[in-house]
């Protein structure tokens, strides 16, 4: 176990939450600075790949990372959430958001330029001045005292543009900006206008620059409410054959389908799609701060990873050097043979092909370096990294198991979370099991008419059927048994074996429930035991 976890394991009971994260976020630095660094140094990472981590990196909140052409919602999806506008919003159906904008917390409304943002330290933004005056003027941190803002922060980004438009030189290396971001934010949400499925170059480019982060990415299917369900369909299928072009994964990407503003629906008959949607959208967002330590290890193993195959790269072109003459020509005939290096890399030092960086990327910035600077193979450095990711690692990822079950559960409060969460407008308040729940009347009396009928019918001895007959009337539902005995359990209140009518009528009530699409109680809820069963009933655990 680590000197630092020893050092703080004593305190760890009387800590509260944030200490907690402070103690998982001081053993991440420490690995970095003590394992990686030096080996990212040595073989010049950071000129190829990505600037070096500070400690904001670190102890920032997660980031949400919102990308799309232009007038597909990104910023009005912002203030969907915040409920609030922030300093800098435009909305509008031309490309109106043209800068990045860093949307997070302060105890004052204002905004902060971003040559003025990427020179303070508290802020994970400071390695964005390698991108010049032209990204940096359009850049700026936007901050407001939001609820929502507390647990996460938000980053919009200009509409991505198509046709014409795109030809127009933003300035700056879009897709490296792009690059930048998805390397630090937790989750990287593509945004498509249900009329404007169309990936354009730029946009195809833009989503290439997320390689290696595929798990960070959500996709978004907004103003769905404009198509009727048909239509919606046919969008679906067409955005993800688009998809498929463009992302290289085995793996079908989550789409989350509605109409993410607060105006009211223009087609309202998928509307219990679109809240499902909503929610579970909403359940992703909210369990970023939870995950964030666990997001964090794993970039930082995705780091070492790609540093280990930097050095071996670099060491072998210095290796195949020649010492005097033909220097020129061996470079260019070695990055020539870069791929078939990466073969010879992968068998030498059982590498998967996944950890390597990407071959024409890296061939054209090896055009710019005299290779005979370049560092020989230090075994002590790839041997620190290594036990880093075979055992420190572990016992890192233990303590974070250890501090969220001690920690309250983490979730992003306020703004358009807060407004699905309690209430009526719960998500499945007043639906399936739920229905009746805050009437005094008994919910599966308005249809008992319908359910004697059928009891009457099957035999019944003493004003109760026996489960051979209730069996003959419930098997024509052709739900599978294993439902229809969970429903039996449930419905046979005083539990022997035999149903009267209205035992027989909330059997008939809970497979409704189960054939309009509902999930069944595991417990009879209250509201649904009989009334005539209801003095007898055991209480609910």
Not at 7 to 23: I, K, M
Not at 134 to 155: D, E, G, T, W, Y
Not at 443 to 472: C, H, M, Q, R
Request: overall charge neutral.
């Amino acid at each position: 176990m680590f000197s630092w976890m020893g050092r703080q394991a004593g305190g760890r009971e009387r800590a509260g939450g944030a200490d907690a994260v402070q103690t998982v976020t001081g053993g991440l630095r420490s690995l970095y600075l003590r394992k990686v660094l030096p080996l990212e140094e040595a073989y010049r990472f950071h000129e190829f790949h990505s600037p070096a981590l500070e400690d904001a990196d670190f102890d920032n909140k997660p980031m949400i990372l919102l990308v799309g052409q232009y007038s597909t919602g990104k910023t009005t999806f912002i203030r969907y959430l915040l409920e609030q506008d922030f300093p800098g919003m435009r909305i509008g159906p031309e490309p109106t958001t043209d800068s990045f904008i860093a949307v997070m917390y302060g105890e004052t409304e204002g905004s902060t330029p971003g040559n003025a943002l990427v020179v303070d330290p508290k802020k994970p933004f400071r390695k964005l001045s390698r991108f010049g005056n032209a990204f940096l003027n359009r850049f700026m941190c936007s901050q407001l005292p939001n609820q929502v803002l507390k647990s996460i922060s938000i980053i919009d980004s200009p509409g991505i543009l198509s046709g014409e438009k795109q030809r127009i030189s933003r300035g700056y290396d879009f897709c490296q900006v792009l690059q930048w971001f998805a390397e630090r934010v937790d989750r990287i949400i593509l945004l498509f206008d249900a009329h404007k499925l169309d990936i354009s170059d730029e946009f195809s480019e833009a989503i290439k620059a997320f390689r290696g982060q595929d798990d960070k990415i959500r996709v978004v299917l907004n103003k769905a409410d404009q198509v009727d369900t048909q239509q919606l369909m046919r969008v679906y299928g067409a955005l993800m054959w688009s998809l498929g072009k463009v992302i290289n994964t085995p793996e079908v990407l989550r789409v989350y389908i509605g109409s993410f503003w607060a105006q009211p629906l223009q087609n309202t008959d998928n509307r219990r799609l679109f809240e499902a949607e909503a929610q579970d959208l909403f359940r992703d967002i909210q369990s970023l701060p939870q995950k964030a330590a666990v997001r964090k290890l794993n970039d930082l193993i995705k780091r070492a990873r790609l540093a280990k195959v930097h050095a071996y790269i670099i060491s072998h072109l210095k290796k195949e050097m020649p010492s005097v003459f033909g220097k020129e020509n061996k470079k260019r005939e070695l990055i020539s043979r870069l791929p078939e290096i990466y073969l010879q890399l992968q068998r030498e030092y059982q590498i998967s092909a996944g950890d390597f960086p990407e071959v024409k990327a890296m061939q054209e910035q090896l055009e710019n370096y005299d290779f005979t600077r370049f560092h020989s193979l230090k075994p002590k450095l790839i041997e620190a990294v290594d036990n880093m990711l075979s055992s420190k690692i572990s016992s890192l990822m233990n303590l974070i198991s250890q501090e969220e079950s001690s920690m309250p559960t983490q979730l992003v409060q306020g703004g358009a979370f807060d407004g699905t969460t309690e209430g009526p407008f719960n998500q499945g308040y007043g639906e399936g099991a739920k229905e009746g729940a805050d009437e005094e009347e008994w919910v599966v009396a308005k249809d008992k008419p319908i359910y004697d009928e059928l009891f009457y019918t099957l035999s019944p001895v003493n004003g109760k059927i026996s489960g051979v007959n209730a069996k003959k009337e419930m098997v024509t539902s052709k739900l599978p048994n294993s439902v229809l005995g969970k429903i039996w359990k449930l419905a046979d209140c005083d539990c022997d074996g035999m149903l009267d009518e209205e035992e027989f009528a909330l059997a008939k009530h809970l497979i409704k429930i189960k054939l309009d699409g509902y999930e069944l109680p595991n417990s009879l809820p209250p509201h649904l035991v009989p009334p005539s069963h209801r003095k007898s009933m055991p209480k609910a655990d």
